[in-house]
């Protein structure tokens, strides 16, 4: 979580800079006042509690109170909290606040959407790597509010050995064995999982076997329950590539347990709404 804290800090830095100087000409140190976050488009609110943290950063003495959580449906015209005490604090966290939570709100949006697609199956929608440098906490975050499940947060934490790393490794049976030998030497539990990109791939793959999911790159419908067929259960499957929205539930009902898209974060519209003065 502290990269979170990091990127607070340098969002705070590089907005401010040496001083809001329009806020610190015109309002007193004094004065206090009030702030309503209003919903201005119908969707799925995320970044509630990122909010909070950064109002406190900011601010300790700043008083939220939340009115509407974290995952919950919102409507235009909705009021998510209220906050309250300096009203220079309220002034300079207003844009962080709105940019994280308008973000995060429609990355939850997006992924709720996919995820109501996908109702009735037994396949979970999974998010990317193809997010916005340094806010891939924050984004991923919020695609698990919006019901979706978070593939990796980076390289660190599962072995997934694409088509890159399998040609410069030398090939499938080479990256495979590599993988394993080196999770033996560093004492490391990952998962592994493999990229294959036609069913040549995903038969050396079943006959060398020792990984956890097997990824269909750009698999066509047909190739994809042949695939579903060849693994009969034996691994996780993953559909990656080329799925879109329209096609998203084709792909599940083929019998994959993932599919992952790129763009619940790295395409998506931020949900409008507004942080305005209140009585």
Same mark, same amino acid.
Request: charge should be negative; charged fraction near 25%; hydrophobic fraction near 40%.
């Given at each position: 979580?502290?990269?979170?804290?990091?990127?607070?800090?340098?969002?705070?830095?590089?907005?401010?800079?040496?001083?809001?100087?329009?806020?610190?000409?015109?309002?007193?140190?004094?004065?206090?006042?009030?702030?309503?976050?209003?919903?201005?488009?119908? $969707?799925?609110? /995320?970044?509630?509690?990122? @909010? #909070?943290?950064?109002?406190?950063?900011?601010?300790?003495? &700043? +008083? =939220?109170?939340?009115?509407?959580?974290?995952?919950?449906?919102?409507?235009?015209?909705?009021?998510?909290?209220?906050?309250?005490?300096?009203?220079?604090?309220?002034?300079?966290?207003?844009?962080?606040?709105?940019?994280?939570?308008?973000?995060?709100?429609?990355?939850?949006?997006?992924?709720?959407?996919?995820?109501?697609?996908?109702?009735?199956?037994?396949?979970?929608?999974?998010?990317?790597?193809?997010?916005?440098?340094?806010?891939?906490?924050?984004?991923?975050?919020?695609?698990?509010?919006?019901?979706?499940?978070?593939?990796?947060?980076?390289?660190?934490?599962?072995?997934?050995?694409?088509?890159?790393?399998?040609?410069?490794?030398? $090939?499938?049976? /080479?990256?495979?064995?590599? @993988? #394993?030998?080196?999770?033996?030497?560093?004492?490391?539990? &990952? +998962? =592994?999982?493999?990229?294959?990109?036609?069913?040549?791939?995903?038969?050396?793959?079943?006959?060398?076997?020792?990984?956890?999911?097997?990824?269909?790159?750009?698999?066509?419908?047909?190739?994809?329950?042949?695939?579903?067929?060849?693994?009969?259960?034996?691994?996780?499957?993953?559909?990656?590539?080329?799925?879109?929205?329209?096609?998203?539930?084709?792909?599940?009902?083929?019998?994959?347990?993932?599919?992952?898209?790129?763009?619940?974060?790295?395409?998506?519209?931020?949900?409008?709404?507004?942080?305005?003065?209140?009585?």
């Amino acid at each position: 979580m502290d990269l979170i804290d990091d990127l607070i800090r340098l969002a705070f830095a590089e907005d401010i800079g040496d001083g809001d100087h329009t806020t610190l000409c015109c309002i007193p140190e004094t004065a206090m006042g009030k702030s309503q976050l209003i919903i201005k488009e119908d $969707g799925v609110l /995320a970044g509630v509690e990122m @909010a #909070k943290r950064i109002f406190h950063k900011f601010d300790p003495t &700043l +008083k =939220i109170n939340v009115l509407i959580n974290d995952g919950a449906e919102v409507k235009k015209g909705d009021i998510a909290f209220t906050v309250e005490g300096k009203v220079q604090s309220l002034l300079q966290t207003e844009r962080l606040v709105l940019n994280v939570m308008q973000r995060m709100s429609g990355i939850a949006t997006t992924t709720h959407k996919y995820v109501k697609e996908l109702e009735g199956t037994n396949t979970r929608v999974l998010d990317t790597r193809k997010t916005t440098p340094g806010m891939r906490m924050m984004e991923k975050e919020a695609v698990k509010i919006g019901g979706g499940v978070n593939h990796r947060i980076g390289l660190f934490d599962m072995i997934l050995l694409k088509d890159n790393h399998v040609d410069f490794a030398g $090939g499938i049976e /080479a990256a495979i064995t590599r @993988a #394993k030998n080196y999770l033996a030497q560093k004492g490391k539990n &990952l +998962k =592994i999982e493999i990229e294959v990109r036609n069913l040549d791939e995903l038969q050396q793959v079943l006959r060398i076997g020792g990984v956890d999911r097997i990824m269909l790159d750009n698999f066509n419908i047909e190739n994809t329950k042949k695939a579903v067929e060849l693994v009969n259960h034996k691994y996780e499957i993953e559909s990656s590539g080329g799925i879109t929205f329209d096609t998203l539930r084709s792909y599940a009902e083929c019998g994959v347990d993932y599919i992952s898209v790129g763009a619940l974060t790295h395409s998506v519209k931020s949900l409008d709404m507004s942080l305005k003065a209140c009585h």
